[in-house]
């Protein structure tokens, strides 16, 4: 008898949204917070296993990285930082021209929260996370960078084999627990998102602005695969192609940290090596935010239209500059992006708890699932880059000095 064949994850996660959208539209509210319930208490485990899996995928990444650990360090983090704020200046200038054209300040008046909707869980569980994401990354590039440069020379491979374990039960709970229950978990994110009427009327008066967001999107992820895949010299629609399980997953749990495992397993099958994709993916979740900064600039730009407020280059990059960086703290949860903006919202007039305010949020969170795509996908990206840098001239440099270090009478013989 031949092998049943399995159903792969992007059928699943489809499948997942589908049965959202039709339990939100059809079941009694009763049955829908049975699956709200679950998406919380899944949403709650996932914030705890998110700094458990960036502390062992990023220690790890580097850690396995023999030469020039600090080198992609800051290659990866220079990237992810002109891409962010390449991606947001882009959104500006399209916006600035476009939105005149169907934005009025009567917009306003239709919109509401679109949390107001939403069901409540039965019952929540807080599960505190032994370390924020933050302390994570600091601690995974303090110790990655140490392993890396003193391994074998001041310190033994306790440390080394300590972490290697580590990260290999992190991975057995991605692939046994988090990967098998994640379209249970969009699911139930999706029915709790439909019966939400508000988040229709937003989406039916600002189609238009989250069309050109959206559009923004794709044509970013073109742009950075093209580049990736020219550098990597691989055919820019294959690893589009391999993008999508990921990109579909974003679409879901609207968290980039929640799609790291996906994230890792398209990186693989783009070819990027396991040291590269381990260090640079589960970091960019973290630190990569050019989808979000396309929709945070189109959504602030549609505000201030619709208030007659100013704006032009002169106000909106200093803000994109500094919220490249505050992002970086987002929680990895829906609308995380936008509530780390809300501090620097004065930046370009908007008062932190005013009216404006929390009219970006609600437009960020309608359609924050095709920014979080966005910036999952782009990590890929990135990671493809990281990976040619390094295969080219980093292990090319290893190779070199390795050589250039054997006896003359050895290479005689």
């Known amino acids: 008898m031949g092998n049943k064949k399995k159903l792969g994850l992007v059928p699943k996660l489809i499948i997942g949204i589908i049965l959202g959208i039709l339990i939100g539209s059809f079941m009694p509210d009763a049955v829908i917070r049975v699956f709200v319930t679950f998406s919380t ?5 996932l914030k705890f296993v998110i700094p458990l899996m960036i502390l062992a995928f990023v220690t790890m990444g580097i850690a396995d990285l023999t030469q020039g650990a600090g080198k992609l360090l800051g290659i990866t983090a220079l990237l992810s930082y002109a891409s962010t704020l390449i991606a947001g200046t882009t959104a500006f200038l399209v916006g600035i021209n476009l939105f005149p054209h169907f934005i009025s300040s009567e917009v306003i008046q239709s919109i509401g929260n679109p949390e107001d909707g939403m069901l409540s869980t039965y019952f929540q569980l807080q599960i505190t996370p032994v370390m924020d994401v933050m302390a994570a990354v600091a601690l995974a590039f303090i110790l990655g960078l140490c392993i890396s440069s003193m391994r074998g020379k001041e310190i033994g491979n306790a440390c080394y084999d300590v972490l290697n374990e580590f990260s290999k039960i992190i991975n ?7 990967i098998p229950l994640l379209p249970f978990y969009i699911m ?24 050109v967001v959206i559009i923004l999107h794709l044509l970013y992820l073109v742009v950075i695969f093209c580049i990736s895949g020219t550098i990597g010299k691989r055919n820019p629609v294959s690893v589009l192609k391999n993008q999508i399980p990921a990109y579909l997953a974003a679409i879901g749990t609207q968290s980039s940290a ?3 495992p ?30 979000s900064m396309i929709t945070i600039t189109c959504c602030v730009t549609s505000v201030l239209l619709m208030s007659n407020m100013e704006i032009n280059l002169g106000i909106i990059v ?4 500094t919220l490249g960086i505050a992002m970086i703290a987002s929680p990895g949860a829906p609308g995380g992006s936008i509530m780390s903006a809300l501090p620097f ?15 970006l949020i609600a437009l960020y969170i309608t359609q924050d699932s095709f920014g979080t795509a966005c910036n999952v996908s782009g990590d890929g990206g990135i990671a493809l880059i990281v990976d040619s840098i390094y295969k080219r001239f980093i292990l090319k440099e290893e190779t070199a000095a390795t050589v250039s270090h054997v006896p003359v ?5």
């Open 41 to 45: 208490l899944f949403s709650s485990f």
């Open 172 to 178: 057995k709970v991605l692939n046994t627990a988090i």
């Open 188 to 211: 139930g994110t999706f029915a709790n998102m439909t019966v939400s009427g508000q988040t229709f009327v937003i989406l039916s008066v600002l189609w238009k602005v989250f069309l």
């Open 258 to 260: 929640a799609c790291i």
């Open 262 to 291: 996906v994230n890792i397993q398209c990186s693989e099958n783009n070819g990027v090596c396991k040291e590269i994709r381990n260090f640079v993916i589960p970091l960019c979740a973290n630190i990569h935010m050019a989808g």
């Open 318 to 321: 200093p803000f994109i500059m």
């Open 345 to 359: 919202l004065p930046l370009v007039g908007i008062g932190t708890e005013s009216a404006l305010a929390s009219l």
């Open 409 to 413: 009478a050895a290479v005689e013989k």
